[in-house]
């Protein structure tokens, strides 16, 4: 497994990290693997060589930070790993039918010194290696954010700090708040970002590259889209549960450009030897501002397609053919 800095940082993580999500409790998501099931792919994935570990408080309402620190403590020398963990939605089960009370999400000073204190006691570690914001809280002035952010470093309770998605000027108008007052500033972006989903080449990846910014793209299989076996039919007729019930899947790709960029990538999957997940994996790994990909993987042989994409060389005319034909998507994940 390679290791690249993240971004300016002095932080060593391998260039895939695993997403946590898929770990966690069925009772949040019906696709999310229980503790026994999980178990063999995190160990399977520390034995791949990824050190780098990705989860947030609201997965499975917890439960998936649980299980993240458990497991880092069972296969992992804690200094050597990187636990990335974020906040921003509230800590339920059910968020269709549960109410969250006052000053339980968002990014308000005092809801990120509870979430930072709910997190480490989770997690069962006295630090987080990156603290990210899930999201962009228009409620909340972004000094207040950014200074609370900037003190729970200096407290040594986070190392270094992440956004996700948003507007570039959003992510720009926080970073410049930090730099203005000397406050710590976000070492990394993890956004939506794929070979279906190509909308943040326009203003935040440039924006990351000129700033030495770590680029994390979440959903690097557009949620399973790219792994080559969705079709039109999938919400009565899937073949996996998550190909069934993923709504934001059939609503984000299923349009005909988006089915034309998968028959691409088979083609030259197949002709390469290797699955369309390697693929679309080392496509993403090819782009400039790129730095780790959040993998998802829900059963072993997912990871081997992801580890192997990290050998994978493409030319410039296979990286060309495989963008041919993209047509511009409406912006999807910033809320």
Partial sequence: MQTIRLGRTGLVVSRLALGMMTYGTPKWRPWVLDEAASRPLVRKAVELGINFFDTAD????????????????????????????????????????????????????????????????????????????????????????????????????????????????????????ARRHGWTPFASMQNHYNLAYREEEREMLPLCRDQGVAVLPWSPLARGFLAGNRTAADKTAGVTSRAATDDLAQNYYYRASDFATVDRLKAMAADKGVSPATLAY????????????IVGASKLPQLDDAAAAVELRLSADELKALGEGYEPHPVLGHA
């Avoid at 800590?91 to 000073?109: E, H, I, S, Y």
């Avoid at 729970?152 to 720009?172: P, T």
């Fill in 282 to 293: 080392a496509w993403l790994l090819h782009q400039p501002a790129v730095t780790a990909p």
């Fill in 58 to 177: 609201m997965y499975s309402a917890g439960e998936s930070e649980l299980l993240t620190g458990r497991f880092v403590r069972e296969f992992c020398r804690r200094e050597e790993v990187v636990i990335a963990t974020k906040l921003f939605f509230p800590v339920v089960m059910d968020p269709k039918t549960a109410k969250p009370g006052p000053n339980t999400q968002g990014l308000g000073r005092k809801r990120i010194f509870h979430a930072v204190d709910d997190s480490l006691r989770r997690l069962g570690t006295d630090y987080i290696d990156l603290y990210q914001i899930h999201r962009f809280d228009p409620q909340v002035p972004v000094e207040e954010t950014m200074e609370a952010l900037h003190e729970v470093v200096k407290a040594g309770k986070v190392r270094h700090l992440g956004a996700s998605s948003m507007w570039a000027w959003q992510f720009a108008k926080m970073q410049d708040a």
